[in-house]
């Protein structure tokens, strides 16, 4: 049969992101993926090299939209490992909580998403409303629906206010009381099974070898999460489990994404209980006239995506040297996507890539 | 095994000449090493157990006019103290035609790092399989992440320079 | 945006019979889903059940045949700027552009960047434009409301500016994408423009 060549994106309903994939296609059958990135690319890490150390935190959050929080976080923990900053007990467990709260709205985008891609718009509805509920308790907090810069060296920019613990906990009792109606409408559903089950299937060593993080890796299988191998912020206070599947298809991989969201709701409750009194930040010196020694350093986290890296150098002077942010996004998109399309169809290149939790920003950068 | 960062050191200074080694090999490992013996070095760490490659990065050190690559190193498996540990892996190379040799064949995710830093540092990859542009459009004199580039500079010269479309009134 | 203008006059009969493509371009908003940047994560709640983007007749549609509104979302770099350009000559006649967030107007944080165009109005013509980083979603129906007001005076002629100056706007995007690879979408108009600026000069 005749190899056809197909534009996929920028400009198309199924391609989340400005971010475009080139298919060599024989009838409906795909046989070489090429991504293309690049439509989002604004040098950030060279634009970082011309800003003060604080100027910074507003630029950094802009790196992934869907969760800009993790972002702040790693900034925040480089700028203080380089510059010698404690932070109080009080601020890690806050920290932690607006992280968790950050990883389910970005699962309830991931689920939006992927929901409307399969056509189911019901789901996808509550997921966007649900997202929405979390985006106005980070407005309370800290005054923007989207972008926060909450966090900041030496803690956070300010502590909760006065009963927002008891909101967060109503927000998510009424997220958590729709868990059911989610299941029996969309994860127990026999279409999601018969779309999604053998999908895109990664086997554990094709992973490995391919530098998968997070869902991608768990769902073939593999225990792997930074938060528990180096706990930051608050994560090594209190219990909680590494969800698995072991399939390695889309199918596993959504499950492991609604798992991890009840795991992070159950974290919350832990960490809320858990909340002890005291400073919610340090001071930091003048942001004017800080400059920090020279060195370097490389911290990591567990965005909602994976492992997010950033590699910071500093050369003495009130500007950092270059950063390099490793993103999850950036294995996932360019070197395990043109694997896993490979010998699938068409109509399943959405599904793939939304389900490999692709966002373009961050590959950009 | 509680400090596998101390026996890598040792190991790895037995095998490799003139390379230092720096940090308290529990969580971060700096190696320094001569460009020759990079490649050997990352497949004897993937041998290891040094499987993950988590990023390849470059700085630009204009005073010591030299590239300076870093590759992050951390591993899949293994038990807690090792997962803990990341390897930097570091090399120089000189700023005029930078060259060197592609990772590609030892760890799969490592075409578009490279791909990247020859895009943005114009450092060429010897036996690279495709090394064609990644994210940029337009082509620049001199690649845009060098600490030469000035970026203020360049916005001036060219987007500023466009004229704004306007028919009788308003800006011009 | 004055009280009256504003309002939603979608059940008055008399304006349907008085100017129907008017009030037909108006209430059925079909917007390009095309994202080409980071202000789209707030298009998914605007069109979902909490803002409800139907209200006000705006739908995201796939393809630019079928849209007469495009929502420039956010910074706007070099790579894309090709396709927006190409999106934006596609759409039929009327067809509105509305930039998004700071980023578009110009360069917002991204002033000094070197791979973002800084002002998105030297290439393709904007209507209107929503400040802010990140616009909220009302934003976005405040800009609507004020579209069907420029709609209705009969101000909201970015297309017609685009055919009448195309020539011009042409050469600020080859000045930047270098030679394009599709033909001119209005040849005539550049003979039409050296004609006009002889007889001027």
Excluded at chain 2, 99 to 117: C, D, V
């Amino acid at each position: 049969m005749r190899e056809l060549e197909l534009y996929f994106g920028p400009q198309h309903l199924g391609m989340v992101g400005n971010f475009s994939i080139t298919l060599q296609v024989e009838g409906d059958r795909i046989v070489k993926a090429t991504a293309n990135p690049g439509f989002l690319h604004r040098g950030f890490e060279k634009l970082m090299e011309q800003r003060t150390w604080i100027q910074n935190f507003p630029l950094v959050c802009r790196i992934n939209v869907v969760e800009p929080d993790h972002m702040e976080l790693m900034y925040a923990m480089a700028v203080e490992k380089l510059a010698g900053i404690e932070v109080p007990e009080r601020a890690q467990f806050i920290r932690s909580i607006y992280l968790e709260l950050a990883r389910v709205g970005s699962h309830l985008f991931g689920l939006w998403a992927y929901a409307n891609m399969l056509g189911f718009d019901t789901v996808a509805n509550w997921a966007m409303y649900h997202r929405d509920l979390i985006l106005d308790l980070f407005e309370e907090l800290t005054g923007g629906r989207v972008y926060h810069i909450y966090l900041w060296p030496g803690g956070v920019r300010r502590d909760f206010p006065e009963g927002f613990e008891e909101r967060i906990r109503s927000t998510l009792h009424t997220i958590g009381s729709c868990v059911p109606d989610y299941d029996d409408t969309f994860f127990h559903n026999r279409l999601f099974y018969e779309r999604a089950h053998g999908v895109g299937k990664l086997s554990r060593e094709d992973a490995c070898r391919m530098g998968a993080v997070g869902q991608v890796l768990r769902a073939t299988g593999m225990k792997k999460d930074i938060r528990k191998t180096e706990p930051y912020a608050a994560y090594d206070q209190v219990d909680w489990e590494i969800p698995v599947r072991t399939d390695g298809d889309a199918y596993s991989r959504i499950w492991v994404v609604r798992d991890e969201m009840i795991e992070s709701v159950h974290m919350i409750f832990k960490l809320l209980d858990k909340l002890p009194k005291g400073e919610a930040y340090q001071r930091i010196p003048n942001p004017f006239k800080w400059k920090i020694p020279e060195s370097e350093v490389y911290v990591r986290c567990e965005s909602s995506r994976g492992e997010l890296g950033l590699y910071l150098v500093s050369d003495g002077g009130d500007k950092p040297c270059r950063a390099h942010f490793r993103t999850p996004s950036y294995s996932h998109g360019l070197t395990i996507l043109e694997k896993a399309l490979e010998n699938e169809s068409i109509a399943d290149v959405g599904n793939i890539m939304i389900s490999l939790y692709i966002t373009a920003p961050e590959i950009d950068r | 095994m509680k400090n596998p960062g101390k026996k890598l050191q040792d190991e790895l200074r037995s095998m490799f000449e003139s390379i230092s080694t720096e940090g308290d090999g529990e969580n971060r490992m700096t190696v320094k090493c001569r460009k020759e013996a990079v490649i050997t070095m990352l497949s004897f760490l993937k041998k290891t157990g040094f499987d993950h490659l988590a990023l390849i990065s470059c700085v630009d050190r204009l005073n010591d006019n030299v590239l300076e690559l870093v590759y992050i190193l951390s591993s899949y498996g293994g038990d807690v103290a090792m997962q803990k540990l990341n390897i930097l892996l570091k090399t120089t190379i000189p700023r005029e035609n930078p060259q060197f040799y592609t990772a590609t064949e030892i760890f799969g995710n490592a075409s578009p790092y490279e791909r990247e830093l020859h895009e943005l540092y114009g450092i060429l990859f010897r036996g690279h399989p495709r090394l064609t542009p990644l994210f940029l459009e337009r082509e620049y004199d001199i690649p845009p992440f060098r600490k030469d580039f000035d970026t203020r500079k360049y916005v001036k010269d060219v987007f500023d320079q466009i004229p704004f479309v306007d028919d009788k009134k308003g800006r011009t | 945006m004055t009280k009256k203008s504003g309002k939603m006059d979608r059940n008055n009969i008399g304006k349907w019979f008085k100017s129907p493509g008017n009030m037909g371009q108006k209430y059925s908003l079909h917007a390009l889903y095309f994202c080409t940047g980071c202000g789209i994560i707030e298009i998914p709640p605007t069109i979902t059940t909490r803002w409800d983007a139907e209200r006000f007749g705006v739908i995201p549609v796939a393809t630019p045949r079928q849209a007469n509104l495009f929502l420039i979302t956010g910074y706007v770099s070099v790579k894309t700027l090709r396709y927006i350009i190409r999106s934006y000559e596609q759409m039929p006649e009327p067809k509105y552009t509305v930039g998004f967030g700071s980023c578009p107007i110009n360069g917002g944080m991204y002033w000094d960047s070197y791979n973002t165009i800084k002002h998105l109005d030297k290439y393709i013509p904007v209507d209107g434009w929503i400040a802010g980083c990140m616009p909220r979603p009302e934003a976005v129906f405040v800009a609507v409301t004020h579209l069907w007001t420029l709609i209705d005076k009969g101000m909201a002629t970015g297309y017609l500016k685009y055919r009448e100056h195309y020539a011009k706007y042409r050469r600020n995007q080859e000045k930047i994408l270098g030679e394009l690879e599709w033909p001119p979408l209005f040849s005539k108009e550049e003979e039409n423009e050296k004609s006009r600026e002889k007889v001027a000069g």
